[in-house]
């Protein structure tokens, strides 16, 4: 029951006129100050414009209205009072707790989808692609912020009603991916992942790194040459020495650095006309790349509907470019390229889509993509998971998408910057922190954790805990922060058990358990069995007036606004929002745990108490469910 609807009845039925609908009434319900102990509040200033008086006066109109007689008709209005023009409600938080935790009893599922269940609202159709990987080195720690961001997003929206698919794209070609192609070719001996027992994206990894050091060794030779060359360029036209500029380039040109760059762009070359021995070469790594992302994926819980290449769609946006020019909304020039001109702040004057030799860029695959999408899934919306540094990549794209009259909703989920204690990740000195170590180092100190915690453990169950742990530890940590903004990952933080951390909201679901347990050993009926993990057949919630103490009754408020947390998640894309309401839960819990006997308490309220410790649980599991986090009945 949404108890806002309620009070939007109430007034509705005191303020009887027809132009002020139930639906309005709702909308201008907002949650108190914090400050101010009421649950919600009406600025009257949002009335004036049906009721001809001040905002003070309205206040006090509405105020006389709500007579003791009256408000005994409702008794989950406990108290109403005025500041300013703001009326004020209290609600009773023994009425409202039994409604609340009988529709968590029933389906918490249910029970958290409600604001969108409420609406009636037509469930919407999203694609949400993410992370995109280039298929040359393993993923790291900004593919992780950006997997579990799609992946929760993904999960919210799914909680809310929303279809939602999930599709992912391997950047498998290009000049970047030849470069890892060109060290293996000239320094693997025919190794594989398996003689050199190692991961097969880290095994591709490790040649990518050979050829930046390669590259990096050859360079030292011709730099100056290369310094004096952008010198000279940078002077202006008639004063540069077109003779010089020749030479320099014919030097760095005929150096080993040049003979490299020259290789790697007959490779692209030869990889485009399907070269057979080149062909070969580049699918056998992408195997192996596109191998180890699968396991990567699977630590992770990652799945996708479907996997796009761009190896097999980079040259097929040209018929959309055409029938740009044809609708007049590209332009061709002279020498043969493809141009957009804008004319709006904060995108460029103009961006090209065919280069004059013919060649498409990414831009006009990703246009491809965009209608192959559609295509597939016949979305409402796209959402693109991709880093703030491609803000501007996106907004053409958008603009571009727009001009051709694709009516769905794009969004580009710009996320922030992610370092480390040590500083930004680098890819090309080999000094990137992949993902997959990452989770091999919490995995580590998380074990450590649980060596001193859990002795009686065998070592198998030792390593799976800390696991759970560990991933734990890293989800919670990367998801409560905005997605927006750049933070630093500390690895050691995020294992704490105290603070706003996974470990410590997983304490307090087992915490819970625990309770269950010592309850079952003396043969006290629970509403949960964490032995069996089994949830009680029966479980009648008798009248909350035995309940005094204020953690209980700030837990039933954070349980009622779960509905709200959820839709609120979901509408304005922030997860975080749910990661920081899980934390306040588990906190206020706390502190009813060390202020609330349970088991030693007289049976009815050890009961009532029992089963709003059962509440805590499931609204617990199903929330760190949607962050993809698994819970332990003890740690």
Same mark, same amino acid.
């Given at each position: ?51 001809? *008086? ?14 003791? &007689? ?147 060794? !050859? ?39 040049? #003979? ?250 087992? *915490? ?18 964490? #032995? ?32 709200? #947390? ?15 309401? !899980? ?6 819990? &706390? ?37 993809? #986090?698994?819970?332990? &009945?003890?740690?």
């Amino acid at each position: 029951m949404d108890f806002k609807i309620r009070l939007a009845e109430v007034l509705s039925e005191i303020l009887d006129d027809s132009a002020i609908s139930i639906q309005y009434l709702t909308q201008i319900i907002k949650k108190a100050n914090k400050n101010i102990e009421a649950d919600f509040a009406i600025n009257s200033f949002a009335l004036k414009k049906y009721i001809k *008086r001040s905002g003070l006066e309205i206040a006090q109109e509405i105020h006389k209205s709500l007579s003791l &007689t009256f408000l005994n008709q409702y008794p989950f209005i406990q108290a109403v009072f005025i500041d300013g023009p703001y009326l004020n409600f209290k609600l009773n938080k023994k009425i409202i707790g039994k409604e609340v935790l009988k529709q968590i009893f029933e389906d918490v599922n249910s029970y958290a989808s409600s604001n969108f269940i409420k609406k009636k609202k037509k469930p919407e159709r999203i694609v949400i692609e993410y992370p995109a990987p280039n298929t040359n080195k393993p993923l790291h720690l900004g593919h992780i912020r950006n997997m579990l961001l799609g992946q929760t997003l993904s999960k919210i929206n799914k909680c809310a009603n929303n279809e939602v698919f999930q599709v992912n794209l391997f950047n498998d070609r290009g000049i970047h991916i030849c470069k890892s192609m060109w060290a293996y070719d000239k320094f693997g001996e025919n190794k594989t992942p398996e003689s050199e027992n190692i991961k097969p994206d880290h095994f591709v990894g490790n040649y990518y790194i050979k050829f930046a050091q390669e590259e990096s060794r !050859l360079k030292k030779y011709v730099q100056n040459k290369m310094n004096l060359l952008e010198y000279e360029l940078k002077k202006n036209p008639e004063d540069q020495d077109i003779v010089i500029i020749q030479e320099l380039r014919k030097n760095i040109d005929r150096s080993k650095y040049g #003979i490299l760059q020259n290789d790697l762009k007959e490779m692209l070359i030869a990889w485009e006309k399907e070269d057979k021995n080149v062909r070969i070469l580049w699918r056998k790594m992408n195997d192996w790349a596109e191998n180890g992302f699968n396991q990567t994926f699977n630590t992770f819980k990652i799945h996708h509907d479907k996997t796009y290449f761009e190896s097999k769609i980079y040259n097929k946006g040209k018929k959309i470019v055409e029938n740009g020019i044809k609708e007049g909304i590209f332009e061709k020039l002279d020498d043969g390229a493809v141009i957009i001109n804008f004319h709006k702040k904060k995108l460029p004057k103009q961006k090209v889509l065919i280069r004059k030799d013919g060649t498409s860029l990414y831009i006009t695959q990703d246009l491809h993509l965009a209608y192959q999408k559609m295509e597939d899934f016949n979305y409402t919306k796209s959402i693109y998971v991709i880093g703030n540094e491609q803000d501007m990549q996106l907004r053409v794209l958008f603009e571009i998408l727009e001009k051709l009259g694709m009516k769905a909703e794009n969004i580009h989920y710009s996320y922030g910057m992610i370092n480390l204690t040590s500083g930004k990740m680098k890819s090309r000195e080999g000094t990137i922190v992949d993902a997959d170590d990452i989770v091999e180092e919490l995995k580590l100190l998380a074990l450590k954790e649980v060596q001193k915690r859990y002795s009686n453990l065998t070592k198998d169950e030792m390593e799976k805990r800390a696991l759970v742990i560990a991933l734990a530890s890293l989800r919670f940590f990367i998801i409560k922060y905005d997605y927006s903004r750049d933070f630093v990952f500390d690895p050691k933080k995020s294992l704490e058990f105290e603070g706003e951390t996974g470990p410590y909201i997983l304490y307090s679901y087992a *915490r819970i358990c625990s309770i269950f347990k010592k309850a079952m050993e003396k043969n006290i009926e629970t509403p949960y069995n964490p #032995i069996k993990e089994k949830i009680a057949e029966k479980g009648n919630i008798e009248n909350l007036s035995l309940l005094e103490n204020e953690h209980e009754f700030k837990l039933i408020e954070l349980l009622y606004s779960y509905p709200e #947390i959820i839709s609120n998640s979901v509408n304005q894309m922030k997860p975080h929002i749910l990661a920081r309401y !899980l934390y306040e839960l588990a906190q206020e819990f &706390t502190g009813f745990y060390h202020s609330c006997p349970i088991i030693k308490e007289k049976p009815k309220l050890r009961k009532l108490r029992l089963f709003l410790c059962e509440s805590i649980r499931r609204v617990l599991k199903h929330g760190l469910g949607l962050l993809t #986090i698994d819970v332990l &009945t003890e740690m």
